[in-house]
């Protein structure tokens, strides 16, 4: 069945740094492609997002980049910051599908 | 409150009980969601209503039974649960009816069968 893989699973940088997570996906229909944030005892919040029409899109001190031959996509955080310790999730999904795949998560933690 | 809530926020029940969870969206949105999230693992898509019709049911037993009765509400119904079935259940909603676009959230409800 269709999956998305998420790596890595614990990621822990230095304030100030950037950080990487990279997500692979199984469904070539797939075509948006979302990334939540999850706080501790929070529910999860959308961050960025892009769709399979574009290769690369920024919000301020996050990017997401879309490779679709290769069928994978990550999150770039540059300048990271304390508040940014979190869950993030990388999810896929397809037009008339309603069926998210969701990664398993990446731990970050970045230190002061 | 505004956006997307859930009652009960906390749920400890024997294996025999029957209960309810309850999810509520004030956005206004088509599509309604229910998901499980276990420690360490990936968001497990339960269920989805668009519309108040049923489009997807992952594979989940029969003793999660959800209900729709109108594009606001959902419900997920309990009975005979297993302690594996401990989690974090977490409700969605969506506006885009065609299945892709920013899904909310509600803060979930913590279930332990015990």
């Known amino acids: 069945g269709e999956n998305v893989e998420q790596h890595p699973s614990t990621l822990s940088v230095q304030e100030g740094d950037s950080a990487v997570i990279k997500c692979t996906y199984s469904?070539?229909?797939?075509?948006?492609f979302p990334w939540y944030k999850q706080e501790l005892g929070k529910r999860p919040q959308l961050i960025i997002d892009?769709?399979?029409?574009?290769g690369e899109k920024k919000d301020q001190r996050i990017a997401v980049t879309l490779n679709k031959t290769a069928k994978h996509f990550s999150l770039h955080i540059t300048e990271t910051q304390p508040e940014d310790s979190a869950v993030y999730f990388c999810?896929?999904?397809?037009?008339?599908?309603?069926?998210?795949?969701f990664g398993a998560g990446t731990r970050l933690f970045v230190k002061a | 409150e505004t956006g997307v809530t859930q009652t009960p926020r906390h749920l400890v029940m024997g294996m025999t009980n029957k209960k309810s969870l309850k999810c509520e969206q004030h956005?206004?949105?088509?599509?309604m969601y229910w998901y499980k999230q276990s420690a360490k693992k990936p968001l497990e898509l339960m269920f989805v209503y668009n519309f108040k019709e049923q489009t997807e049911n992952n594979s989940v037993p029969s003793r999660f039974s959800p209900e729709c009765p109108n594009s606001s509400h959902l419900f997920l119904h309990l009975h005979t649960l297993q302690p594996e079935d401990s989690a974090l259940y977490l409700c969605?909603?969506?506006?885009?009816?065609?299945?892709?676009?920013?899904?909310?959230f509600g803060p979930g409800t913590r279930l332990t069968v015990t």
């Open positions: 469904d070539s229909a797939s075509n948006y």
């Open positions: 892009i769709r399979s029409n574009v």
């Open positions: 999810a896929a999904s397809s037009t008339g599908g309603f069926k998210t795949i």
């Open positions: 956005l206004g949105h088509n599509a």
């Open positions: 969605a909603s969506s506006q885009d009816s065609a299945g892709t676009g920013e899904q909310y």
